[in-house]
């Protein structure tokens, strides 16, 4: 398994030094559509690199967010034209199987589409959400809607983390080079999702007040 880490880091922090913004956007494209590269290693190695000054903040965010709807969008058209079937047929050949999608799809099915929001920030569901949705043929629009908010929230905030540990070059090679403790990836998930229910708060009272 350290193995497979390492190469998975090493293959990231390769494409992003030598590929630059058309790095981050295939690689997030890769993650978002289920392949196993990390956002993760991702997104704070690039948040590094602005520290360096070789990337900028907002370009760095955009190029990580459309590549992740890209990605998302793939699945969600192989969970609407394909279905289940062809998704577990296929994806042992990228370590998927059945409780994986059991998971995504009980999800799904408790929550609703704003699941597709709030997964973002929820390792492993994040990326399989979009198989459930499009196998229930979710509204595309709607889809889409949730998927930006919660990809350019998830994205940016990881990005920023990487920029701010970049105050200390060998804190963020330590830190991506170890796996995550539950603790540090329970706080980035509950900072998440206060960010995401305090953002869906503000805009219903935004749209209550135009109502009014």
């Known amino acids: 398994m350290t193995s497979i880490t390492d190469a998975l880091f090493n293959f990231a922090t390769h494409t992003l030094q030598s590929s630059g913004y058309l790095g981050v956007f295939a690689l997030m494209i890769m993650e978002s559509a289920t392949l196993p590269i990390p956002s993760e290693v991702v997104l704070p190695f690039a948040g590094y690199l602005v520290y360096t000054g070789q990337f900028d903040f907002t370009i760095a965010v955009m190029a990580a967010s459309v590549g992740s709807l890209i990605g998302t969008l ?3 058209a192989i969970g609407y ?8 047929r296929y994806g042992a050949y990228i370590r998927l199987n059945e409780s994986h999608l059991k998971t995504a799809e009980s999800w799904f099915s408790r929550y609703g589409n704003i699941t597709v929001l709030l997964a973002r920030f929820v390792p492993l569901i994040r990326t ?3 198989f459930p949705a499009g196998i229930a043929e979710m509204n595309l629009w709607k889809f889409v809607g949730y998927s930006i908010v919660g990809i350019i929230i998830w994205d940016a905030f990881l990005i920023y983390l990487g920029e701010q540990a970049g105050r200390n070059s060998g804190l963020i090679i330590d830190t991506l080079r170890n796996d995550f403790t539950p603790i540090e990836i329970a706080s980035v998930v509950i900072a998440a999702i206060v960010l995401a229910l305090w953002w869906m708060r503000k805009s219903r009272r935004g749209s209550t007040a135009q109502i009014k």
């Open 74 to 76: 793939i699945d969600y």
């Open 81 to 88: 034209y394909l279905g289940r079937g062809a998704i577990l």
């Open 128 to 130: 399989l959400v979009a």
